[in-house]
């Protein structure tokens, strides 16, 4: 598959399965989630959310890490105890990279179960970024950013705007969810 | 040129002052913007905050005496933040807000709105200078 070709030439897709599911039709979704909700008669629903997501996680985790440390380098401030990040080849095969990336993933994917509550989900997350990590939240969006870049690259067509629309959404209710316990 | 030196002048004179007010209003608005400061006492007043403030202010002066090469005249500084600090750029928009509500407030006759406009497309300048090197 094209996609698929196109990551492995980055040597980015290290996934064991290449296929990941293939996004679901685009049932309407009844949920209306803090303007996730679908609008003019698109959709995109959680469910499908949740298959992108799964796509990611089942190989694409290391490449949106990557991807953040590479394009915005000075995001690399965060990760000073992650060894050897001084060059492109190096941040790529960093294996705390993909295992962090890993980590936020999934948090992603928590969001998604849990749109109702993602100011919940995220609160003690937030509270520990503010608290113990010092990152500035302008770094969530620039990982939203990242999110939807490589969803696009690797669900092409499939990511339609209607897609990247509610991606777009979600990745700035979460930005704000992890804001919020700043003080 | 003139707007610039003129209202530079003002502040001169009351570097730390308005330094401080400047990082004091820039942390109180953005709190995000603490985060590059877990280091510091942030209390009003803080010794660290006023020590900052003129540093800030004092390189504001630098940029303006050498208007026509802010990137050299700052190309230390920018080696720094692209190095060492990785501030995020969207930082020094709020900062630059942030010192020109401070001119504001202590001289609102210096701010007609072709001042403001040199102003604010200075601190943009000095803020492209101080990222420029980060990729």
Known sequence: MKKE???????????????????????HSNAVHHGFEPSEGHQCSPSLAHTFLQGLLW?????????????YP?????????GNLSSATAVLGNPMVRAHGKKVLTSFGEAVKNLDGIKNTFAHLSELHCDKLHVDPENFRLLGDILIIVLASHFARDFT???QFAWQKLVNVVAHALARKYH | METLSSAEGQVGDHQEDFGAETLERMFTAYPQTKTYFPHFDLHHGSA??????????????EAVNHIDDISGALSKLSDLH????????VNFKLLGHCFLVVVAIH?????????HASLDKFLCAVGAVLTAKYR
């Open chain 1, 59 to 71: 190989g694409l985790h290391g490449a949106f890490a990557w991807r953040l440390l590479i394009v």
């Open chain 2, 48 to 61: 660290q905050i006023k020590a900052h403030g003129k540093k800030v202010v004092n390189a504001l002066i």
């Open chain 1, 5 to 27: 070709k196109s990551l492995a030439h980055t040597g980015a897709f290290r996934g064991t399965d290449p296929t990941p599911p293939a996004p679901g039709l685009l049932p």
């Open chain 2, 107 to 115: 001289h609102p006759s210096v701010l007609t709105p072709e001042a």
């Open chain 1, 161 to 163: 705007p209607a897609c």
């Open chain 2, 82 to 89: 692209a190095q060492k600090l990785r501030v995020d750029p």
């Open chain 1, 74 to 82: 000075w995001t690399q401030r965060f990760f000073a105890s992650f």
